[in-house]
């Protein structure tokens, strides 16, 4: 199987341990272990719960206890419409190997997380781009959807709230959504990662998953719920469907670790106080940035509805590799470039990380392009 290389995930791998100010990062700021435990009032007993733990493979798909409060977070899912995953990286190619046969069609909005459409690209399968413009505020043209949607499409491929842009299908969208998909047969997959991080309301977007018969559901506890270092996702959808997809999973992930399962229990069973905190950090952090992005006459964009990620368009004549790399090394500043996700002129700005950090970091960006524009200048 040839597949192409992961181009967001090559760059942070070369740089986020190098830099100074990381505002390539996704995730809202990571919790420590000694946090976590004070939300949920178990610093001092944690270890009577660990010691005593045999570390075998554990329940296979999740335990009860973890599959439950995952469940918990839809309208109308049972803890047996949960599978538990090596993140939500391991939840989405799990899905696309059991669903995905050469010849199948595809859709996959662009841009997205490059698996969904490299995946099944590299499957042999016929995949539709359907690219998302921020003449409609980033959000997918139903239209052209319904275009590239042909009749016994397999698999319409989503990212609700998406990353890099930010934008947000809310229910209503959705259903639109659903209905084109019943229509030609496919299934749909959204990746739900940011799910939880709206800018209104309790946050919470409506899911695929409550909505279609035929709708799989991807999360995990890395972006949102501040646990990335857990490494821990799931998927929600039918029974029949997890069934085959557990056919998959017994060929490379067997059990995730009991540890993370113990962990991500704690944290779903508090997860009110992380969700409050995540809304915190990422509705402050948002304003920052927008007020800093109408400052600065080179840079545009579509403010974001949700997630933890913006995408900026930028009036330079670099390319975005030359702009991040640029800015790394005379600033420390990391940023991602839109040629990472196929979308050269942008950049990927993640603004959930601590505020000293944002605050800094946007300092440096915008001597940076003083320097820059003063030098085309002169």
């Not at 390319?319 to 196929?342: H, I, K, Q």
Request: one cysteine or more; a negative charge.
């Amino acid at each position: 199987m040839k597949i192409r290389d992961f181009g967001v995930e090559i760059w942070m791998n070369r740089y986020e341990n190098h830099c100074e100010l990381n505002l390539a990062e996704t995730c809202v700021e990571s919790l420590t272990v000694a946090e976590l435990l004070d939300m949920a009032g178990k610093r001092d007993d944690i270890l009577s719960e660990l010691l005593p733990m045999k570390l075998t493979y554990g329940a296979i798909e999740g335990s009860d206890r973890l599959r439950g409060q995952i469940a918990g977070l839809y309208e109308k899912q049972a803890i047996e419409n949960v599978v538990v995953t090596h993140g939500a990286i391991g939840a989405n190619a799990l899905v696309h190997e059991t669903l995905v046969e050469p010849g199948d069609r595809v859709v996959s909005v662009l841009p997205t997380y490059q698996q969904h459409y490299s995946i099944p690209e590299s499957f042999g399968a016929d995949v539709g781009i359907l690219k998302l413009t921020p003449e409609h505020g980033f959000l997918p043209d139903l239209a052209e959807l319904r275009r590239l949607a042909t009749p016994g499409t397999k698999l319409i491929c989503l990212n609700n709230p998406n990353n890099p842009t930010g934008s947000l299908m809310d229910r209503d969208f959705l259903s639109q959504v659903v209905e084109i998909a019943r229509g030609c047969g496919a299934w749909i997959l959204c990746d739900e990662v940011y799910r939880g991080t709206d800018q209104q309301g309790d946050g919470m977007t409506a899911s695929i998953a409550d909505l279609y018969e035929k709708g799989i559901s991807t999360g995990s506890m890395s972006k949102t719920y501040s646990l990335a270092g857990l490494r821990l996702g799931w998927i929600v959808g039918p029974k029949a469907l997890l069934h085959k997809v557990s056919i998959h999973r017994d060929y490379n992930t067997i059990s995730v670790g009991m540890l993370d399962d113990h962990f991500a229990a704690i944290a779903l069973e508090n997860r009110d106080k992380i969700l409050a905190r995540s809304h915190e950090i990422t509705r402050r952090n948002l304003a920052i940035l927008a007020e800093w992005v109408e400052g600065e006459p080179l840079i545009s964009w579509v403010k974001p509805k949700s997630g933890t990620t913006a995408l900026l368009k930028y009036d330079l004549p670099l390319t975005s590799e030359a702009f991040c790399t640029r800015l790394l090394e005379r600033t420390g500043v990391m940023l991602t470039p839109g040629s990472a996700m196929d979308m050269e002129g942008y950049l990927r700005i993640g603004y959930a990380n601590g505020e000293a950090i944002l605050r800094e970091g946007l300092k440096r960006f915008t001597a940076f392009l003083r320097e820059e524009q003063a030098a085309r200048a002169a």
